[in-house]
């Protein structure tokens, strides 16, 4: 049963550049989240997808777009690459629950993007 | 607002020794989940722990054990008799129950715990 799997593993762009990152999420599971974690730092939120929808969205600027496919793999998309962009990029699947519970995320490796 | 706060940054222990890693969030939900999660070297973040706000029972299992304490706000998290493949970072973090559950997690900054032989 493969887990959660990311593609490439390392990017390295130029400022100004757009870049798309790929998820496939564990089998079996329907939602996709994506966070962005700088060297150093705790993960945070970029946004999730479930139904092919983005469903909740963190603090981050429009540059940042993302997309689900009908076998619920994913896609983020970051246009105008700035050297902050430059982290670890996390993608996470997890099975929607019922309300007032909260399924436990399975992550991947990462893609590490380095904007030059 | 949320937040999550991992006073530690660095732990170093020596193999064999017991260690205590600290977490205390802030958030005015009532329902809320906690999670711990461990990050080695590969970059993948690995679920170690869920617990939701109604169950404040403490856990052991193995060699983890799990300190929930609402009055204080801390969910701490203790590795006993530490080896050297507990080496890694870890994250506690924090998710409220909203109406949406979209699981979104609010981590902790992260302790990087060194385990020596």
């Known amino acids: 049963d493969a887990g959660v799997t990311q593609s490439p593993t390392h990017l390295i762009k130029t400022r100004g550049q757009q870049v798309t990152l790929r998820c496939s999420p564990k089998s079996g599971h329907d939602t996709v989240s994506w966070y962005q974690q700088a060297l150093g730092q705790g993960p945070q939120f970029i946004f999730q997808y479930y139904e092919e929808e983005e469903r909740q969205r963190g603090n981050f600027p429009d540059r940042f777009s993302g997309h689900q496919f009908p076998n619920y793999s994913s896609e983020l998309n970051v246009n105008a690459l700035l050297l902050g962009d430059s982290a670890l990029y996390l993608c996470a699947s997890s099975l929607a629950g019922q309300s007032l519970y909260v399924e436990k995320l399975f992550f991947g490796s990462g893609t590490q993007l380095s904007v030059l | 607002a949320q937040k999550v706060t991992q006073a530690q940054t660095e732990i170093s222990v020596v193999e064999k020794e017991d260690v205590t890693l600290d977490c205390v969030y802030e958030?005015?939900?009532?329902?809320?989940?906690l999670f711990w999660y461990k990050q080695p070297p590969s970059g993948e973040l690995v679920f170690l722990i869920r617990?939701?706000?109604?169950?404040?029972q403490n856990e052991i299992s193995g060699r983890y054990s799990w300190n929930f304490q609402k009055s204080t706000s801390s969910f701490n998290f203790t590795i006993t008799a530490s080896q050297v493949v507990d080496s890694a970072v870890y994250f506690c973090a924090l998710s409220e129950i909203g109406s949406s559950n979209t699981g979104k997690l609010i981590f902790g900054q992260g302790t990087t715990l060194q385990v020596k032989p």
């Open positions: 958030t005015r939900d009532t329902t809320y989940y």
């Open positions: 617990r939701n706000s109604f169950d404040e």
